[in-house]
Structures are given as C-alpha cells and as structure tokens.
C-alpha cells in the first residue's frame, strides 16, 4: 500500500470492491494486534500488576477487546494515558529521529498506538464507503469515470469523470459492407 495515490476506477462497484477489501485488511489487523497487545499484557501480569502504567493498559486493553473497532470513547481514554507518558519518558531514549524502547511497557504503547491509528482508518473507511453507496443510489452513468485521491491509504476526494470518447451507442457500432456475387442475382427469378 501506497501513502498517496490516484486510482481510476471505471464503476462504482470496482471502487465499493476495492474499500471492503481495505476494511478487511484493517479489521484483520485491528485484530492481530488487539491479541498480541492481549498476549503481551497477560504475559507481562505478574512481574507489572502494580505498576500503574500495567493497570492503565489492562484497562485500554478490556475496552478494545469488548469492541471491534475504536469509539469515540476509547479516543478519550487513549489521549489520557498518552499524558501519563510524560512522567514515564525514561522508557524511550532518543536516537536521531527514533525513540527506542527495550521495556513491555514501551511494547505496550506501540501497540496501543498501531490499533488506534488502525481503528481511525476503519472508521474514515466506513464513512467513505457510505458516501459510495449515496453516489451508486444516485444512479451514475456507465460513462462514467472515478478518479480518486488516497492519502495515508485512507479515499479521501473523488472527481467524477464522463468517459471521454464517442458517445455510448457509437463507441461499439458496427459497421460492413456486404458484397454479393453477380451469379445470386439471377436466382430473383428474372
């Protein structure tokens, strides 16, 4: 997958396609990560039950596993714990313009921090494919055209095209001469 791109697709449906294939991807991810942050968490229980930042993930954690995809309320949630990092800074060391960590806990916020940014992409998806389905209602053309601007893999814009060309019922018209011989001629009974 691309960070930017254009993409032409020549039917609606090429472009409804094209996003429940995307959202599967997503959804599949969202999910792979949700069970190794799981995993991660149960494996890591014993030796960081106490620790605050153990019992704050513990709790993000539970709230991803009751829904497939992030709400609204899990954002809050999210951002609250991104401010206790602050005070757990020692966990990341600055080496040029990446942040290191060796700790489960800085495994934990990556985690956290990928299944968040999945769960926002599902969502900016999901609005998408409604509009998708609003423009297939609207009944568009068959000589019609979809270019549409991706950015960070999420459709963002979309410029609705007139195929260009003859006009639908001359673009495939057939045309040919017929040559009968002269001896045919003379089976009309003249």
């Not at 599967?24 to 014993?46: F, N, P």
């Not at 313009?97 to 926002?120: N, P, R, Y």
Request: proline fraction near 2%; include cysteine.
């Amino acid at each position: 997958m691309l960070g930017t791109e254009i993409r032409t697709f020549t039917t609606l449906k090429e472009l409804g396609d094209y996003l429940a294939d995307h959202l599967d991807q997503y959804k599949m991810l969202y999910e792979d990560y949700s069970q190794w942050l799981g995993s991660l968490l149960r494996s890591c229980e014993e030796a960081h039950k106490n620790e605050e930042w153990y019992q704050n993930s513990a709790a993000l954690q539970k709230g991803l596993a009751g829904a497939k995809t992030k709400t609204s309320g899990d954002a809050g949630k999210k951002k609250g714990k991104g401010k206790g990092k602050k005070s757990e800074s020692s966990i990341w060391i600055q080496s040029g313009d990446v942040m290191l960590s060796s700790t489960e806990q800085g495994q934990a916020e990556v985690l956290f921090e990928a299944i968040e940014k999945i769960g926002d992409k599902i969502q900016e998806m999901d609005k998408f494919k409604a509009t998708v389905q609003q423009l297939e209602r609207l009944g568009l053309g068959k000589k019609t055209d979809y270019i549409v601007y991706i950015e960070d893999d999420i459709p963002r814009k979309i410029v609705v095209r007139v195929k260009s060309g003859l006009p639908e019922d001359e673009a495939f018209k057939f045309a040919t001469e017929l040559s009968v011989p002269a001896f045919y001629s003379d089976f009309s009974g003249k």
